[in-house]
């Protein structure tokens, strides 16, 4: 269909028609577009019927509301970015709080571990000194009852009393004095004469002996380990040592 074909009164539109022309969107010029193809696909040998309505053109009414939805639009973006936001925050500060929460468990735990691993090094520590006591408790020297080991227990007690005196000093006045029994009684000299007669290993005296005797020992001039101990005691006192006796003394 050629443009000459249609009614000059469609194609000689006024000026309010033009500006509705003007303003139209591309769907509103597709659908007039379209209105202009023929009705069916059968070839007319005539021209094309022309309604006599009036062509009804989309108007510039349209773009308020167009804007109106664009700034609906960017209105729910902006509330759901602001959602997001809120959403993260909230995770963030939840995350946060899981974290210190975390945090404050290991701490305890690891405090906890620090005083059970205390008292347990505690625990051990005295234990280790029990032990070491009973050791030494069990390392306690059992000495023979015999010369020898009279000899020994009395310098064990000299030396823990402080009392001067060597094994062979000792030895040599006990075997001046008893040659080694301490059942040994001098009935003779002036001290048995005086009622107060030498007795023992070392042939000490009952004053003497009262007066240095070593506690821990027991209180008799017959006993081997008290008779060499006063005697020594008394030596060191006398002599500056029973070493240095050679003698009766």
Do not use: C
Not at 117 to 127: E, G, I, L, M, N
Not at 223 to 238: C, E, H, L
């Amino acid at each position: 269909m050629s443009v000459s074909s249609v009614p000059d009164r469609l194609r000689r539109l006024n000026k309010t028609q033009k500006l509705s022309v003007a303003g139209i969107s591309a769907v509103a010029a597709a659908a007039l577009s379209l209105s202009l193809v023929p009705g069916n696909a059968e070839a007319e040998t005539g021209p094309q019927a022309i309604s006599s309505e009036p062509v009804v053109f989309a108007s510039a009414a349209g773009a308020p509301q167009a804007k109106t939805i664009q700034a609906s639009v960017i209105e729910q973006h902006s509330t759901a970015e602001q959602l997001i936001k809120a959403s993260d925050a909230a995770k963030a500060k939840k995350a946060a709080a899981v974290k210190e929460k975390a945090e404050a468990v290991s701490k305890a735990k690891a405090k906890k571990a620090e005083a059970v691993s205390k008292a347990k090094a505690k625990k051990a520590a005295a234990k280790r000194d029990t032990q070491a006591a009973s050791r030494s408790e069990s390392r306690t020297p059992v000495f023979s009852n015999n010369l020898d080991g009279w000899i020994k227990e009395s310098l064990s007690i000299m030396k823990a009393k402080g009392i001067p005196g060597t094994y062979d000093g000792l030895h040599r006045n006990i075997m001046r004095e008893s040659s080694g029994n301490p059942n040994a009684l001098n009935d003779w000299d002036v001290n048995a004469v005086n009622g107060v007669p030498s007795i023992g290993l070392l042939q000490i005296i009952k004053p003497t002996f009262d007066a240095y005797h070593v506690g821990g020992t027991p209180h008799t001039q017959y006993d081997p380990v008290a008779n060499i101990t006063a005697s020594a005691n008394y030596a060191a006192d006398k002599y500056g040592s029973i070493d240095n006796v050679n003698s009766a003394y």
